[in-house]
Every structure is written in structure tokens, then in C-alpha cells.
């Protein structure tokens, strides 16, 4: 992001990204349990600005780890009953709640749902030096919340760390989990860049 400020602190007019997160899922349920899994070194940082920028959103706070996999299963340890568990990027505050609720709607049904879309750009695979063309009609980006009944999510994760395992999915997966997709929304996207954050700037107003 060429700042020395976490990107989930920067702002997205005039607001922390990451409070625009938790406010999209508290805007969809008022009454959705929340937890913001940050590294002990930026929490203080996290409750200057909930001070600063009068944030009021009820959530508790867990120390993150050194990889996805271990902040993801700090989170977990927080999960005290059966439920519905959505895991989410800090950084996309762009979901829209009609993605939210397909995703519990399909979780609830299915054990699962994880949010895609469908590329707009060819794709080609690589191999070594050389790349072949793929039908794109194949693939699908993957996006959050990728949401679990809470116990099936809390049992994969009981399992050894693997670099592998990028993302909930894939540890579900590894488990004996098979993955159930749902639609998300294309302005789903995760901020990591500072032309994302313009992008997002632009479209903030127009997701529901």
C-alpha cells in the first residue's frame, strides 16, 4: 500500500476500512457476534480510532498470529456454541448483504458456502517456461465470507498448520469437507493495493 499505516486502518472516505467491514455485517444483523482478530501490536492503535471515530459496534478482540491459519483459529477459540461462522477479510468492506445472506442461507443448508465469482479476463495456466489458455468458463475466483457451521469449521482446523492451506476452504477440504459455492458480488474485492483503494472509494456507495 506504500503506507507505513496497516491498510485495514486506512481510510476509506473519511472511515478505517476495517470499521466499514464490521459495519457491513452489523448493518446486515445488529445482532451478529463479532470478532476482530488483530496482532497485539495494533490493537491499541484499534481502540484509539474506535475512540476517535466513534465506533460503537460491540465486538471482542483476539491476538492474531503469525500466518491466516493461526489468526483464523484464535477467532475459533471464541466460538462458544453451535452456530453459523463467518470468516472474513478484514479488508473488504465492499460485501454486499445479499452476499452475506446467501451465504448463511447456503451454510445453513449445505455445512458450507464460499463466495465466488466469475472471471471477466482469459485465463492461462502455467507450466515452467510455457503457458496453455484455459476456458475461463472453469474457474472461479474465490472471495469472503466463507461461512461453516461452527463445529465442522472448528474440527477442520484441528489439524497441524500446511502453507498449503490458503484460505478456510482449503482447510475445510483437507478434512473430507467438500466445498459448497455461492455467488458473492463483483464489488467483493480485497483491498491491497492503492489503486484498490480508489476503486473501492468509487464504489462504496453503490453496494447494498
Known sequence: MRSALPKQFLLLEGRPVLMRTVERFYSF???????????AEHQALWRSLGKEYRFNVRHEVVDGGDERFHSVKAGLALVRDESLVAIHDGVRPMVSHDT???CFADAEEYGNAVPFIEPADSVRLLSGDECRPHPRSGVRLIQTPQVFKSGLIVNAYNTPYDPSLTDDATVAEAAGVIIHLTHGNRENIKITTPEDLVVASALLTQVT
Open 100 to 102: 452475506i445472506w446467501r
Open 29 to 39: 444483523d445488529p445482532s451478529i457476534e463479532i470478532i476482530v482478530v488483530l496482532p
